[in-house]
């Protein structure tokens, strides 16, 4: 009896302890880390405050990911997708789910720029399965088919550039669709598309540019963000049978 009344004073302890245990069981799991950083950079759990990002850090579902003026990034996924975080920029890694090397047919990465740019080299999810990959923005969606591409969003009008979203193509290929008109559009190697935010300079539609605009501006982690995907590519190649390596000498570029 003694040692019940003993017991009594620890009981709101004891529930407390059941009740926190599997919340501390269920933490968030990464899905990126943070490879190469500069300068200042963030990030944002939903509902929790910021923390401050360096070399070696994880990334997790559901954050935002904010660079100052500074700052710049280079995040490798889980699914080995590579992506060069420019300087003012903001985007939110809204959904990222990489079952396994074995289910890729059943993963999907989503991610959303509000914004400033993104330079990505898609991984196995954007290689294997496109249609479980997309990028989003205030004025368009962005599907891949396994590709090097930079995503730029200006939130306002500048002498520069119009406001709106600016899609560029290093290698492989993008699907762009402009929210307001519906309409779609392929972008491929070499070319940039511009989905405008202006009702009055969307009347033009979604359409590819004639040159290259100022705000797509080179990286400090380029190089490394190519090297990545050139060793994502060969991995690739080696998971296909040398005899029909063989009688398709263009196989590399399939995987772009």
């Not at 926190?20 to 500069?38: D, F, K, L, N, T």
Request: charge should be neutral.
């Amino acid at each position: 009896m003694n040692a019940v009344r003993l017991l009594l004073p620890l009981l709101p302890l004891l529930f407390a302890a059941c009740v926190v245990a599997p919340a501390a069981i269920a933490q968030p799991q990464a899905v990126g880390r943070v490879e190469q950083a500069a300068g200042l950079a963030w990030a944002i759990p939903p509902g929790a405050a910021e923390r401050t990002l360096a070399r070696g850090d994880s990334i997790f579902e559901g954050e935002s990911i904010v660079t100052a003026s500074d700052g710049e990034l280079l995040i490798r996924m889980v699914d080995d997708a590579v992506i060069a975080v420019r300087a003012n920029t903001r985007f939110t890694v809204s959904r990222y789910q990489f079952a396994s090397r074995e289910r890729v047919k059943e993963s999907t990465s989503l991610l959303s720029i509000t914004r400033g740019a993104l330079r990505t080299v898609t991984g196995l999810i954007g290689r294997q399965n496109p249609r479980g990959f997309q990028v989003g923005t205030s004025t368009a969606t962005i599907g891949v088919r396994g590709t090097d591409f930079e995503t730029v969003v200006v939130e306002d009008d500048t002498p520069e550039a119009a406001a709106g979203t600016y899609q560029r193509v290093t290698s492989g290929a993008t699907v762009v669709t402009d929210l307001k008109s519906g309409q779609t559009l392929e972008v491929t190697a070499g070319q940039v598309a511009f989905a405008a935010l202006n009702i009055a300079a969307a009347a033009q539609g979604l359409g590819l540019l004639n040159n290259v605009p100022a705000v797509f501006r080179p990286g400090r982690y380029d190089n490394l963000l190519q090297a990545a995907g050139d060793l994502l590519q060969q991995q690739l190649l080696k998971q296909v049978p040398g005899n029909l390596r063989q009688f398709m000498p263009n196989l590399p570029g399939l995987f772009r």
